[in-house]
T-cell receptor, first 116, second 114 residues
Framework: AQTVTQSQPEMSVQEAETVTLSCTYD???????LFWYKQPPSRQMILVIR??????QNATENRFSVNFQKAAKSFSLKISDSQLGDAAMYFC?????????????FGPGTSLSVIP | NAGVTQTPKFQVLKTGQSMTLQCAQD?????MSWYRQDPGMGLRLIHY???????DQGEVPNGYNVSRSTTEDFPLRLLSAAPSQTSVYFC?????????????FGQGTRLTVV
């Protein structure tokens, strides 16, 4: 069965600094999707970035980028120039492709605090 | 542009009662899903739909029914509520199956079953 692990329950970063949130996963599939979601105190789920496993190039979205290491099954999120609005719970998630599309696994989350 | 709208935002049910959580999107998205979020956990997929008339089960479908008679609406029905169904429920949608995920989420429904 697929699993997603986020080993850092809580992280903090100084405003304007860079922070990396870790995520590892386990799957026997060769094709799948990986995502990072942000959930601020408002409870709204916000898609931050996504990565398709067959693409070797790491995804980037403005200040957010990932380090996707397929062989190591690692998918870390780097937030550059951290802002107060980045404070939230961050979830790493896995989704199967094709006939495994119903396999959606979320990690337990990392709570990120941004220090002014 | 309302996006994904869920109603109600809060609900308290007694054990054994039934209710329907409503979800509507105005973006003509084909893909819609229901998730539940329990304390200290990420989301778990309940049911999903890849288009009108098509639904399928996710990880935790027991105790829930869905239907998709139109592209816009994807209601979630609890036929006989149980305390184990106390959770926050999220509806989500996407226009692109190849993206692998829903990019738009509703605000969530906090359901308490007593």
């Amino acid at each position: 069965a697929q699993t997603v692990t986020q080993s850092q329950p809580e992280m903090s970063v100084q405003e304007a600094e860079t922070v990396t949130l870790s995520c590892t996963y386990d799957t026997s599939e060769s094709d799948y999707y990986l995502f990072w979601y942000k959930q601020p105190p408002s409870r709204q789920m916000i898609l931050v970035i996504r990565q398709e496993a067959y693409k070797q190039q790491n995804a980037t979205e403005n200040r957010f980028s990932v380090n996707f290491q397929k062989a190591a099954k690692s998918f870390s999120l780097k937030i550059s120039d951290s802002q107060l609005g980045d404070a939230a719970m961050y979830f790493c998630a896995y989704r199967g492709a094709g006939t495994s599309y119903d396999k959606v696994i979320f990690g337990p989350g990392t709570s990120l605090s941004v220090i002014p | 542009n309302a996006g994904v709208t869920q109603t109600p935002k809060f609900q308290v049910l007694k054990t054994g009662q039934s209710m329907t959580l409503q979800c509507a999107q105005d973006m003509n998205h084909e893909y819609m899903s229901w998730y539940r979020q329990d304390p200290g956990m990420g989301l778990r997929l309940i049911h999903y739909s890849v288009g009108a008339g098509i639904t399928d089960q996710g990880e935790v479908p027991n105790g829930y029914n869905v239907s998709r008679s139109t592209t816009e609406d994807f209601p979630l029905r609890l036929l006989s509520a149980a305390p184990s169904q106390t959770s926050v429920y999220f509806c989500a949608s996407s226009s692109d199956r190849d993206s692998g995920t829903e990019a738009f989420f509703g605000q969530g429904t906090r359901l308490t079953v007593v």
